[in-house]
C-alpha cells in the first residue's frame, strides 16, 4: 500500500492519502482521545505521541500535531494507517450517523440560506477539501453567515484570510444580504 501526504496551508497538519475511500460519505473529526473512541483508525493515529487531531474526508486523512518534526511524526503514522487498511476494520461503525443538521436561522431567510448552502457545497468545500479540511454551515442572522471550520482548516493562521477574503466576498457577491462571515 502506497500512501501519499501532501502538505497543507496549516504547518501543524500534514494530509494522508492512501489511494482509497476514507469515508463513503461525510466527513469526521476528532480533536481529542474520547472523540477518537468512535473510531479505530481515529484511535490508533491517537496512540502516535503529539498528535491533537484527526480528519476524515472522502479519500484523505489529515492529521494535527501540537509539537515535534514532521520527519519523526510522519513514520508512525503512515504505519498506524498502513495497519489500518490492512487489517480490514471499518474507519467507523456502521451504525455510524452523521450529526444532525442543528443549523440557526429564521424561517423568513430559508431561501438566502439554500443559496448560500449551494455555494458553499459547489465552490468552496471541494476547494478546501484539496487542502485536506471541510467547511460547513452552521447558521445566518441578521446578515451574518456562520461558518465552521474542520480539518487542516481549524487552526490554520490562513484561515481567517480565507474567510475573509475568499469565502466571504464570494457568499457578498451572489447573495447581497450577507454582510459578514465568522467562524464557530
Same mark, same amino acid.
Given at each position: 500500500?502506497? @500512501?501519499?501526504? +501532501?502538505?497543507?496551508? =496549516?504547518?501543524?497538519?500534514?494530509?494522508?492519502?492512501?489511494?482509497?475511500? !476514507?469515508?463513503?460519505?461525510?466527513?469526521?473529526?476528532?480533536?481529542?482521545?474520547?472523540?477518537?473512541?468512535?473510531?479505530?483508525?481515529?484511535?490508533?493515529?491517537?496512540?502516535?505521541?503529539?498528535?491533537?487531531?484527526?480528519?476524515?474526508?472522502?479519500?484523505?486523512?489529515?492529521?494535527?500535531?501540537?509539537?515535534?518534526?514532521?520527519?519523526?511524526?510522519?513514520?508512525?503514522?503512515?504505519?498506524?494507517?498502513? +495497519?489500518?487498511?490492512?487489517?480490514?476494520?471499518?474507519?467507523?461503525?456502521?451504525?455510524?450517523?452523521?450529526?444532525?443538521?442543528?443549523?440557526?436561522?429564521? +424561517?423568513?431567510?430559508?431561501?438566502?440560506?439554500?443559496? @448560500?448552502?449551494?455555494?458553499?457545497?459547489?465552490?468552496?468545500?471541494?476547494?478546501?477539501?484539496?487542502?485536506?479540511?471541510?467547511?460547513?454551515?452552521?447558521?445566518?442572522?441578521?446578515?451574518? !453567515?456562520?461558518?465552521?471550520?474542520?480539518?487542516?482548516?481549524?487552526?490554520?493562521?490562513?484561515?481567517?484570510?480565507?474567510?475573509? =477574503?475568499? @469565502?466571504?466576498?464570494?457568499?457578498?457577491?451572489?447573495?447581497?444580504?450577507?454582510?459578514?462571515?465568522?467562524?464557530?
Amino acid at each position: 500500500m502506497f @500512501i501519499q501526504t +501532501e502538505a497543507t496551508p =496549516n504547518p501543524a497538519t500534514l494530509k494522508f492519502l492512501p489511494g482509497r475511500t !476514507v469515508l463513503g460519505h461525510g466527513t469526521f473529526e476528532a480533536r481529542d482521545a474520547g472523540e477518537a473512541a468512535r473510531s479505530p483508525l481515529a484511535v490508533r493515529l491517537f496512540e502516535v505521541p503529539g498528535v491533537t487531531g484527526v480528519f476524515f474526508g472522502s479519500d484523505f486523512v489529515t492529521v494535527t500535531k501540537e509539537k515535534g518534526e514532521w520527519a519523526h511524526l510522519k513514520p508512525a503514522i503512515l504505519g498506524a494507517i498502513m +495497519e489500518h487498511f490492512v487489517s480490514g476494520q471499518p474507519i467507523l461503525p456502521e451504525d455510524h450517523e452523521h450529526t444532525a443538521d442543528d443549523a440557526f436561522f429564521e +424561517e423568513k431567510d430559508a431561501g438566502v440560506v439554500d443559496t @448560500i448552502r449551494e455555494l458553499i457545497d459547489t465552490r468552496v468545500r471541494p476547494a478546501v477539501a484539496n487542502d485536506g479540511g471541510d467547511i460547513t454551515f452552521r447558521g445566518y442572522k441578521d446578515g451574518v !453567515v456562520f461558518l465552521a471550520m474542520k480539518g487542516s482548516c481549524s487552526g490554520c493562521p490562513s484561515s481567517t484570510a480565507t474567510l475573509k =477574503n475568499g @469565502i466571504e466576498n464570494l457568499l457578498r457577491h451572489f447573495v447581497p444580504d450577507v454582510v459578514e462571515v465568522r467562524p464557530v
